[in-house]
Each structure stands twice: as C-alpha cells, then as structure tokens.
C-alpha cells in the first residue's frame, strides 16, 4: 500500500459565487462604507451573493450594524424606513421558496432600494463614549458629585418599589444634561450606569438596578430589568414633553429606534443597544437646537434611485446563473467569521485578489455604460 499518495485538495467551502465567504462578507461591509458607482456596485454584487447563498439574515443584520454605528443621528428617518422596508421583505421570505424569491424582480429590487438608501443617507462620525474611572463607581462617589434636582420626568420613572435609589440620582442628572444641550455629560452618566449595573452583576449573580421589567410584554429572562430599559423609558417621557412643547418633531422615528431597541425586529447586541440608547441621547440633546427640529428627507434625489434600483436585477442574475448552494449550514457558519482568516490555513487559502480585481473592473465598465 502506497501511504504516500496525494489525497488530494481539501475540499473548500465556498459561496454561490465561488467566493469564500468571510472574505466575501469582508468586502461588502468595506464596499458598504466607500462612495461612487464603483462601490454602489461591489455593494449590490455581494449582497445578491450572500442573501443567493442562504445569508438573507446575516445580511439584515449588516444593514442595522452599518446603521447604528455609521449613520445614527445623521438620518433618524433611515431607522422608520428599514423597519417598514424589511418588515415587507420578511413577509416574502416567508411567501416563496428560496429560489423562486431571488428570482422575484419584487424581491430583488426592495433589496436594492435599501442599498442605495443606505449609502446615500449621510455618515455620522463615530460616537467616542467619555471616560469613566474606576474611582466613580466607589460608595459615595455620586452623592458627592450629584447636582441636578429631581424632576418630574424622573418622578414618572423611577419606581420606588423596584428601581434602586441610584437610577433616580443618576436620572436626574441625564435629564438635566438632556435640558441643558450636554451631549457628552449625558454620554457619561448612560456610561456609568451601564458599568455600575455590570459590576453589581458581577458581584450579586445578575443581579441589576431594577426589579421593574420595561421590556417586551412576556419577554425571557431579566432583560427587561436592565438598566438600558430604565433609560430608554427616561427618554421616552422626556421627548414626550419636548413634542408636547414643539421643541422636537420625530414622532415616528423616535418611536422607530425605541422598537429597534426592545427587539421587535431583531434581537440587538449588547453594544448595539447602549449605541442606541446614546442615539435617542444625541436626538433629545441636540436636535432642538436645530434650525429645523425634525427628520431631514431621506432620499434626495429619488430620480437617481429609480435609476440604480432598476440595475439591481443584473447583479442578482450574475450571481443566479451559479448553481444553488447545497450546504448552505456550512457556509453560513463561514459568513459568520466576520472577514478573520484563520492563522493555521494563511499559506494555503490566500484572498482571492485576482477575482475581487475582476469585479472592480466589471463595475467599472457596467456603470460606464450605464
């Protein structure tokens, strides 16, 4: 017996369009933050591959990451619109097989709307969350420092019969820097509150600063006493009284991002979440200082849109003229590793260079034409 004979190439896992998939993933969420048609193609290009090979949930999941984290406050409209939009790509999931969808002109082009919505609403700088010492969170530390009077807001709030007496300190002092214009101020007391539940939790087994659950109605588990909840329910009364007084009016996208943050529509990370909290911060904080309090238009130019939704067939065409992935559990288990390559295979599966060069250039050549 021969014990030295080439068993042969180890057998790679590969997307619909023979892409491997964290790389594939990698280039869509870099495609995702650059400008021009070039990368309005790459965009429109990966994402038919990776919704084409099973990765429709993974890819709503990169549209809200990209929206949380890079637009925010930039567009508050953008979060109404994704719900409602992706509420009615939902339903047609749930409609077709897989197959018959991708090939659905309706599918296709809700797809592509949401793309180019996305990548023409403006980017916001990222949020950079203030320091917060470990000397803070010693006893005594916040009744020597606390300033603000309790207001009516926090007396709405707070529960005496399940909120710790530190939410009612701390709530004041939020909503005197929500008052006062003090984005960064406001930033550090959410910051400190979320670090000085996470120590109790720590120390008590779970435990947090509430007993209430504010969460969704017959919701799992203690997420609905943690103190995020608190905040959230702090915020909603405050931006009651601001649109009672005419100060803010984004009724329905104020509304939209405390649904996001309750998990309606999808379950969110931990990080997503406290960049949600600082979003409904930064609206309440600075918004009333606008010249114009409420949501900026979310398309400017609609005739641009109609124009490159009507493309988005091309590219789904491209990536359907492959055959259908028949292990889709193991490349979707690929798509999740976020762009990493494994240190152990770095010699044997280098990045594809040469067929991501040969997209650029077809993209190029496409929207010259086009």
């Known amino acids: 017996m021969d014990f030295l004979v080439d068993a042969g190439p180890e057998e790679q896992i590969l997307s619909r369009s023979g892409y491997k998939p964290n790389e594939s993933l990698k280039a869509l969420e870099i495609a995702l933050s650059e400008s021009g048609s070039v990368a309005l193609g790459k965009t429109f290009h ?32 953008l979060f109404t619109y994704l719900q409602k939009r992706i509420g009615e790509i939902d339903e047609l999931m749930n409609k077709y097989p897989d197959e018959q969808l991708y090939n659905s002109v ?71 820097c929500v008052v006062e214009g003090a984005t960064d101020k406001m930033l550090f007391w959410i910051r400190w509150l979320i670090e000085e539940e996470n120590i109790l939790k ?25 103190v995020g909840q608190y905040i959230v329910a702090l915020f909603n009364e405050i931006y009651t009284e601001f649109s009672t007084k005419n100060i803010i009016r984004m009724n329905e996208e104020f509304a939209s991002l405390i649904r996001l943050y309750k998990g309606y529509d999808i379950k969110l990370s931990n990080s997503q979440k406290k960049q949600l909290i600082a979003i409904m911060g930064q609206i309440l904080c600075e918004v009333p200082r606008w010249k114009v309090p409420a949501a900026p238009p979310l398309v400017k130019d609609p005739v641009f849109v109609s124009r490159a939704v009507a493309q988005t067939g091309k590219f789904f065409r491209e ?17 999740t590793t976020k762009g990493q390559v494994d240190k152990k295979k770095k010699n044997k599966e280098a990045v594809h260079n040469e067929q991501f060069a040969a997209v650029e250039r077809a993209m190029e050549t496409f929207f010259n034409k086009n």
């Not at 990776?50 to 984290?69: E, K, N, P, V």
């Not at 990536?319 to 798509?335: E, G, T």
């Open 46 to 77: 990966f994402s038919a591959d990776l919704i084409c090979s099973g990765g429709y949930t993974i890819w709503t999941r990169i549209i809200w990451d990209f929206a949380i984290q890079h637009i925010g406050i930039g567009s508050p409209r």
């Open 106 to 176: 309706e599918f296709q082009n809700r797809i592509g709307e949401i793309l180019i919505v996305l990548k023409q609403a403006p980017c916001h700088p990222k949020l950079v969350w203030p320091k917060v010492g470990i000397e803070t969170h010693r006893e005594g530390w916040l009744r020597n420092v606390a300033v603000a009077t309790e207001t009516n807001v926090v007396r709405r709030v707070w529960k005496a019969d399940g909120d710790n007496a530190l939410l009612r300190i701390a709530g004041s002092e939020i909503s005197k």
């Open 202 to 226: 720590k120390e008590f087994k779970q435990a947090t600063l509430s007993n209430i659950d504010r969460g969704l109605a017959g919701g799992k588990g203690k997420s609905g006493q943690e």
């Open 319 to 335: 990536v359907l003229a492959y055959p259908a992935i028949s292990n889709n559990k193991a490349v979707l288990k690929q798509f």
